[in-house]
């Protein structure tokens, strides 16, 4: 069971990514990226993963050193529970980074790439976002105008 909720928690997940990635234009992409009730399926499958190790769990956060955490991983509910709170936290950013751009008005073939990133290692892809956001910013702020939303032909 563990296994299949470990599982289900980044499927939960995929199909919000998907519509940021391949659909970023559509109407109800951005409906879907402005509501943080996205993660709640995915807190679910951690609270399942979660609950029968609570008592590990609260060690390792309430007082963390590598040990306690290392002995959390080690039991197959801590690592399914930290994995759901990774892929729940992860897809936040990636609503903010996808809300952002679309703000700023990058480009989807610039976003996609850095959304695809984000899900796969998200310190990357948010600093990179982060990088660009700062230099369009700026750029914007330089040259007096307000960002132009994205946009997608249809």
Same mark, same amino acid.
């Given at each position: 069971?563990?296994?299949?909720?470990?599982?289900?928690?980044?499927?939960?997940?995929?199909?919000?990514?998907?519509?940021?990635?391949?659909?970023?234009?559509?109407?109800?992409?951005?409906?879907?990226?402005?509501?943080?009730?996205?993660?709640?399926?995915?807190?679910?499958?951690?609270?399942?993963?979660?609950?029968?190790?609570?008592? !590990?769990?609260?060690?390792?956060?309430?007082?963390?050193?590598?040990?306690?955490?290392?002995?959390?991983? !080690?039991?197959?509910?801590?690592?399914?529970?930290?994995?759901?709170?990774?892929?729940?936290?992860?897809?936040?950013?990636?609503?903010?980074?996808?809300? !952002?751009?679309?703000?700023?008005?990058?480009?989807?073939?610039?976003?996609?790439?850095?959304?695809?990133?984000?899900?796969?290692?998200?310190?990357?892809?948010?600093?990179?976002?982060?990088?660009?956001?700062?230099?369009?910013?700026?750029?914007?702020?330089?040259?007096?105008?307000?960002?132009?939303?994205?946009?997608?032909?249809?």
């Amino acid at each position: 069971m563990t296994g299949f909720l470990f599982d289900l928690s980044f499927w939960l997940a995929a199909p919000v990514w998907l519509l940021m990635i391949l659909a970023p234009g559509w109407g109800p992409t951005a409906r879907v990226a402005a509501s943080p009730l996205t993660v709640v399926p995915v807190l679910a499958v951690y609270l399942a993963l979660a609950l029968p190790v609570f008592p !590990e769990l609260w060690s390792a956060v309430r007082s963390p050193d590598l040990d306690g955490f290392r002995a959390l991983m !080690e039991d197959a509910n801590g690592a399914g529970a930290i994995w759901a709170q990774v892929i729940a936290w992860d897809l936040l950013i990636g609503q903010w980074m996808y809300r !952002e751009a679309r703000r700023l008005g990058v480009h989807p073939l610039v976003m996609s790439p850095l959304l695809v990133l984000t899900i796969l290692l998200s310190p990357f892809g948010v600093l990179l976002f982060l990088g660009l956001r700062a230099l369009l910013t700026r750029r914007r702020a330089a040259s007096g105008s307000a960002p132009a939303p994205s946009r997608i032909p249809a």
